[in-house]
């Protein structure tokens, strides 16, 4: 460059500014209208609300021995129903004739020469509520079961010497289930090669000698894994003296399973007074991780210990919980510390010099605005047991025989109260009795005898809420109204039997019993469709 020529300017090019801006015109042009126009309003959501469920099962698995005999009760809430009672046989199940209960009302069947066989009962209308119970040399009762389920779990059982435990494995349907089933202890869980596959024959059950596969475990827990099938599953505890010089408490007790372990229990009724009755809380943790509880009581003692207790992986504890509230009689809520669900159950022993009793009352994950307890069976002295856990006050009324019951109408309940109210202060101790809050309550129910023998107390049972398998509220669905729907298609099943000629699946085609030569329908193909009855009946 010579000075004649002077400094050059540089040069840019001029096009990516003018696009820049062109583009910040466009996008300010495109909020203006958007502005303007607006956006289309969203559709409106549709609110649909589904039918309650009008039906359902209830399983019975516990069967008495021999000598024995064994009543089941049914009752309803405040709603009518129809029921029919299902009993399983060597010649298959057969259906009783339909009953019809009106609200309030209970309905003892007495199961006669079917005693030893396991039961269901089918059920239309209002929720019902159904338990079953066997009159022997000590008698015992328990809640029937709301369906089959994959796995069940157990705590609460005694296999020391004096005690004879059973296992009731039921199945209901048409083809056989297999079982595996595994223990948990102190020291941990127990796999036994002996009850790895378990065969509970379809329309039947298995009954397994708990003593017989783990003696010796005053703390014993149970889960039921199944392999094949459903099932469904109890336990049965009978303890008796040694000898005459064993003071013991001696008593029998159903056990009831439940299909998975929760983080919070709720035991609405425990005794403890130190002397003639001790009572303590059973934990089994079925996981393979370990974790904690803690316990808190309605009356707490002001300086009651806040410990958390350890659960192994597999495992069990036993916790005293003498030591908790002021009086004798209290709730307990049990929670874990972790996210490690549990099962929990409540353990009593009583005796004193006229009577002795020992039960296991199952505690409920559970908490519901109604109830349904259906009363016990014979010359019993029958108390419910109400317990808020809530922390705000909640407003009960109680049903007795389908009609409200006078004093027990408007009933307040504190924060964290609990109160025993007897039957016999309103009428027939045996009658069903619904309990409607404004708020969430659990609820048990005691039986024992009036006279003064060697039975005293015999039951310990929390039933489930009135609705079962119901949500307390209806179930609401939104749907979003712009979204295009398609009906459901059924499966071309031409083409879906092609695909699965060759397949062999042995069992499908045998049916609960004996087969009837005259029967032109086959059986039922899928494992979780009940065995079809091997007479016509009324079906609830």
Do not use: K
Request: aromatic share 4%; with cysteine; proline share 9%.
């Amino acid at each position: 460059m010579t000075a004649a020529e002077g400094p050059q300017r540089a040069r840019f090019p001029w096009w990516p500014a003018v696009a820049l801006v062109l583009a910040a015109l466009g996008a300010l042009g495109l909020l203006i209208a958007d502005e303007a126009v607006g956006s289309p309003p969203a559709p409106p959501e549709e609110v649909v609300e589904l039918p309650q469920v009008d039906r359902g099962v209830r399983y019975c698995p516990v069967t008495a021995a021999e000598d024995e005999t064994a009543t089941l009760v049914l009752a309803t809430g405040t709603q009518a129903a129809e029921a029919t009672v299902v009993r399983y046989g060597a010649a298959g199940p057969q259906s009783d004739e339909l009953r019809a209960l009106d609200p309030g009302e209970r309905v003892e069947v007495a199961l006669d020469d079917d005693a030893q066989r396991p039961v269901s009962v089918e059920w239309r209308g209002g929720p019902l509520a159904v338990s079953w119970h066997v009159e022997g040399e000590r008698d015992a009762g328990g809640p029937c079961l709301t369906t089959p389920a994959q796995d069940w779990h157990l705590a609460g059982i005694d296999t020391a010497l004096g005690a004879e435990a059973r296992l009731h494995l039921f199945n209901p349907f048409s083809v056989d289930a297999v079982v595996r089933v595994r223990f948990g202890t102190p020291e941990g869980r127990v796999d036994l090669a002996r009850t790895d596959n378990v065969v509970v024959p379809a329309g039947g059950t298995e009954v397994l000698d708990l003593v017989d596969v783990q003696p010796e475990e005053t703390e014993l827990g149970v889960t039921v894994e199944t392999l094949a099938g459903r099932v469904v599953a109890s336990a049965e505890v009978d303890r008796a003296r040694i000898d005459e010089d064993d003071e013991g408490p001696e008593g029998r007790t159903v056990v009831p399973a439940v299909d998975e372990p929760a983080t919070t229990w709720h035991l609405p009724l425990v005794n403890e007074d130190g002397d003639s009755w001790r009572s303590h809380v059973a934990v089994y943790n079925p996981t393979d991780r370990e974790t904690a509880v803690t316990i808190h009581t309605s009356d707490p003692l002001e300086d009651a210990a806040r410990a958390e207790y350890s659960v192994p992986p597999g495992g069990t504890r036993r916790i005293d919980v003498s030591d908790y509230a002021e009086t004798s009689a209290f709730a307990a809520l049990v929670e874990t510390v972790t996210d490690v669900p549990v099962v929990v159950v409540g353990t009593e022993t009583f005796l004193d010099s006229d009577r002795s009793g020992h039960t296991v009352q199952q505690a409920t994950a559970q908490v519901s605005p109604t109830w349904v307890v259906p009363g016990g069976v014979g010359e019993r002295a029958e108390h419910v047991a109400v317990h808020n856990p809530g922390g705000d006050p909640v407003e009960v009324d109680i049903i007795a025989g389908g009609e409200p019951v006078d004093e027990w109408e408007g009933l307040t309940f504190e924060a964290n109260e609990r109160r025993t109210l007897s039957l016999a202060d309103v009428g027939d101790p045996a009658w069903p009795i619904v309990i409607e809050a404004d708020g969430d309550v659990s609820v048990g129910l005691v039986s024992s005898l009036e006279d003064g023998d060697d039975l005293g107390r015999l039951l310990g049972l929390a039933f489930g809420p009135a609705a079962g398998d119901l949500p307390a509220e209806p179930v609401v669905v939104r749907r979003d109204p712009a979204l295009a729907t398609e009906p459901v298609r059924p499966p071309d099943l031409d083409d879906a039997a092609d695909d699965f000629d060759d397949v062999d699946l042995p069992g499908l085609d045998e049916p609960a019993g004996p087969a009837d030569e005259e029967a032109d329908e086959p059986a039922a193909e899928d494992e979780g469709e009940p065995a079809e009855d091997a007479e016509d009946g009324d079906g609830a």
